[in-house]
């Protein structure tokens, strides 16, 4: 179950934004009566009560914003129980001053914004001696071990308990808890308002990532990167999984740059059964692998991990490669005579030196373009063309060459810095195939510039689509729903997406 926390400054913005919950599917909404400017009047919010309730009267220390007497906030908790409110949220140092009554449950909570402690079992025990019916525990997560471990203490739990590792390398942990026994995890509801760190929108909740579906036998995958919460690999995985009824979840892995191999031996525990591979470990992950297939082998980075059901035997993959050299043959009309490729002659230039790039440089090489590597960073540049056979051009002379084929396989222009790009005006001449592995947005300034002085485009969306339908076959053994996954794609790419009031 998906509990909406719910704060507002006036009683009617309160009671109509619960409202708006209710109508949106909630089924289970927090009032954090702390937020409201005014003295709390139970009888106006309890009147008419749209969902259950979770009653909440935060303090600062916690993370709330009540400022008042606490005797007073005590007495507001007492009067909330004797009005029969669904659950209580009571904070492991005041419970013993407040009486279970009624049929109002007790949620007995801790919450910590600077760590997460390392005896989470013991904090539980103290926690378990306060007569919970729900122990809620939500501390900041500063490495993916200290998510792992949240959940490991969620599933060990005697009693009933929602464990939340707070910030971006904990957000799978609001959504796994259900696999391992939690009753309902926290989400936002209006946009503009975030309770904590790495609290996700119900709808995004609900939309992207199927919370009320998952279970005990839910399989899991993901996508790793530093960052990670751009990344549209869960909406469009998780909405192909749901489509063919598949019990699997793809979540978001932040794994900080440098610490690859610790990261992945914590997050064994899930029992990850792939991964998606995305900067900056796209190349740092190839030795980490147990077998890799000719499209690692030959561009040394891997976007794809399929783990064997021993759970230990990594399998490598490149599907950006294939949707790379797919999507540029398709623009120039497809083979030629005898099978020759389209790129074969032409003038390729590469913007990066990445592990895009490199799959790029090698596809395109292999097919007998001629290519040239520009990197803002002249030594990653001079050492990819090395690799594959190649020149290297510096960062100032991208715009002087006369190119067939221009791709840009850098993060330049990537949301939310839509207004810059790689290439200056003067770098696109009218003719030229311009491709730019950026899909969020999809027209990008890059792609805009080059429409404007009469070149071919060809937008990340269709690469990004093509290397996951890919990698959806790899984690499946079925073939992906390719129409549905850039329907999905379009619509979380799309300024007018649904926001979370549903209007």
């Not at 200290?146 to 590792?165: C, K, N, Q, W, Y």
């Not at 790129?343 to 592990?355: F, H, R, S, V």
């Not at 490199?358 to 030594?379: N, P, Y």
Request: hydrophobic share 40%; glycine share 8%.
């Amino acid at each position: 179950m998906i509990c909406v926390t719910l704060g507002r400054g006036r009683h009617s913005a309160l009671l109509a934004e619960w409202k708006a919950a209710a109508e949106a599917g909630t089924e289970l909404v927090e009032l954090r009566i702390d937020c409201l400017r005014r003295e709390p009047s139970l009888k106006r919010l309890l009147a008419e009560r749209f969902t259950p309730i979770i009653f909440t009267v935060r303090r600062g220390a916690d993370g709330g914003l009540w400022r008042g007497d606490e005797e007073k906030r005590l007495r507001l908790l007492r009067e909330a129980i004797v009005a029969g409110v669904d659950y209580v949220d009571l904070e492991a140092d005041i419970a013993k001053e407040i009486r279970r009554y009624g049929p109002t449950k007790r949620i007995i909570s801790v919450h910590d914004f600077k760590k997460t402690p390392e005896k989470l079992d013991d904090l539980g025990k103290e926690m378990r001696e306060h007569d919970p019916d729900v122990v809620k525990v939500a501390t900041l997560a500063r490495s993916p071990s200290d998510a792992v471990r949240m959940l490991e203490f969620v599933a060990r739990a005697p009693t009933s308990t929602v464990g939340i590792a707070m910030g971006e390398m904990g957000f799978f942990t609001r959504v796994l808890g259900a696999k391992y026994g939690a009753p309902f995890t926290y989400s936002g509801f209006n946009p503009d308002r975030t309770f904590a760190p790495g609290m996700p929108r119900f709808l995004d909740l609900n939309n992207d990532y199927f919370h009320d579906q998952i279970d005990a036998q839910t399989e899991v995958y993901g996508v790793i990167g530093d960052p990670i919460g751009h990344s549209l690999s869960p909406a469009i995985h998780n909405a192909a999984f749901r489509h063919l009824g598949l019990n699997k979840v793809l979540l978001p892995f932040h794994i900080p740059n440098g610490r690859l191999k610790e990261s992945l031996d914590a997050l064994s525990w899930i029992g990850l059964k792939g991964f998606s591979v995305t900067i900056p470990h796209k190349e740092a992950i190839v030795p980490l692998l147990t077998r890799i297939d000719k499209s690692v082998d030959r561009t040394g980075a891997c976007n794809t991990v399929v783990v064997e059901p021993d759970g230990k035997t990594r399998v490598g993959h490149n599907t950006d490669y294939r949707a790379a050299m797919e999507s540029l043959e398709e623009a120039m009309g497809g083979a030629g005579p005898d099978d020759a490729s389209p790129l074969l002659n032409k003038q390729a230039l590469i913007l990066g030196a990445g592990g895009v790039a490199r799959s790029f440089a090698f596809g395109l090489a292999r097919r007998g373009a001629a290519v040239s590597i520009c990197s803002r960073t002249e030594e990653n540049a001079n050492r990819l063309a090395e690799a594959v056979g190649c020149r290297s051009l510096s960062w100032s002379m991208r715009a002087t060459n006369r190119v067939d084929v221009l791709v840009n396989c850098t993060p330049v222009g990537m949301h939310p810095e839509v207004d810059e790009t790689p290439m200056p005006p003067a770098g696109f001449r009218p003719g030229t195939i311009v491709f730019d592995t950026v899909y969020h947005p999809e027209n990008t300034m890059f792609l805009k510039l080059a429409r404007e002085r009469e070149c071919h485009t060809i937008t990340g969306v269709d690469m990004f689509v093509r290397q996951a339908a890919l990698q959806f076959e790899y984690y499946t053994g079925q073939t992906a729903p390719v129409d549905l996954m850039r329907e999905v794609v379009r619509r979380k790419l799309s300024p007018l997406r649904e926001d979370s009031s549903g209007v």
